[in-house]
Structure formats: structure tokens, C-alpha cells
């Protein structure tokens, strides 16, 4: 995500691959938005806000783009929340990078946790449970 040539929010080419959280239990707060990325192994958010259960990391560790560029510090681990009317969904070991442009939701950590799978469609998204096939999640494009 180049946040130089998107953007601070999602724009209208990103809708489709966003998804909104809450770190804190129902009753939902303001939602904030995550990024469905299906190239990251992890789940990234700048705002300590978004995390439970966080502590300190001190190693050296940093998360690196395709683009090769400085790699993001990483302040903290911790746990985050998307929340829907009828449940919330773990985002285990999610990373704290306070410089990081966006919150980032990794596809694949996602759905290996959830034994989900990801449907992205020029019109909407959706996740969808891997033995029901019920829809956990979607959006429009």
C-alpha cells in the first residue's frame, strides 16, 4: 500500500478490499477501517488503540513492503477485533506500527485462523466459512 499515491483513506479502487473493526466489545464503537491485503503474513495497525492483551516488542524485527523500502518499526503485539452484529473475529498477534499508513488485514492469516476463504469480486467481497460456505463477512466494491 503506497499511501503516497492512494491516499490516507481507501479510495473508491480500494473499497472492495475494506473491512471495518472495533478492538472493544459490542456495543460497537465507530468502526475503523483494515485493508485486506493478500500478500501480508500478518495483521498491522498504527493505532494502540485497536489492540488488547498488547505487550512491548524489543526485537529487531520490521515489517518490509514489496517495494523495498525502510522497513516499518514494530512497537507492540496484540489482539484486535472485527465485529459484526452477531460476532467478533480474532485478529491474533496483530502488530503495532505506529508509521504504518493503514490498517492492514492479512488474507491469509484471516482465513487460517477463521477456516474461512475469500471471495473478491469487481462488485463486493465476501468471506465465507470453508464447511458451511455461510458469508461471515462482506461489502460492496
Not at 8 to 26: D, E, G, K, M
Not at 69 to 75: D, E, N, P
Not at 85 to 96: A, C, D, E, G, H
Not at 109 to 119: A, G, L, N, R
Request: glycine fraction near 8%; hydrophobic fraction near 30%; include cysteine.
Amino acid at each position: 500500500m503506497n499511501a503516497s499515491y492512494e491516499g490516507r483513506v481507501p479510495s473508491a479502487n480500494l473499497s472492495a478490499y475494506a473491512a471495518q473493526s472495533s478492538s472493544r466489545a459490542p456495543p460497537v464503537p465507530p468502526a475503523t477501517t483494515w485493508l485486506l491485503d493478500s500478500g501480508a503474513n500478518t495483521h498491522i495497525t498504527h493505532d494502540a488503540t485497536q489492540l488488547t492483551n498488547s505487550h512491548e516488542y524489543n526485537g529487531t524485527n520490521q515489517v518490509n513492503g514489496v517495494n523495498g523500502g525502510t522497513g516499518l518499526q514494530i512497537s507492540h503485539i496484540g489482539n484486535s477485533y472485527i465485529h459484526t452484529p452477531t460476532k467478533s473475529y480474532l485478529l491474533s498477534n496483530t502488530l503495532q506500527c505506529p508509521n504504518a499508513s493503514h490498517n492492514i488485514l492479512s488474507i491469509n492469516k484471516f482465513s487460517s485462523d477463521h477456516d474461512c476463504y475469500f471471495v473478491l469480486h469487481p462488485n463486493y467481497f465476501r468471506v465465507q466459512d470453508s464447511c458451511t460456505g455461510k458469508i461471515l463477512l462482506s461489502g460492496r466494491s
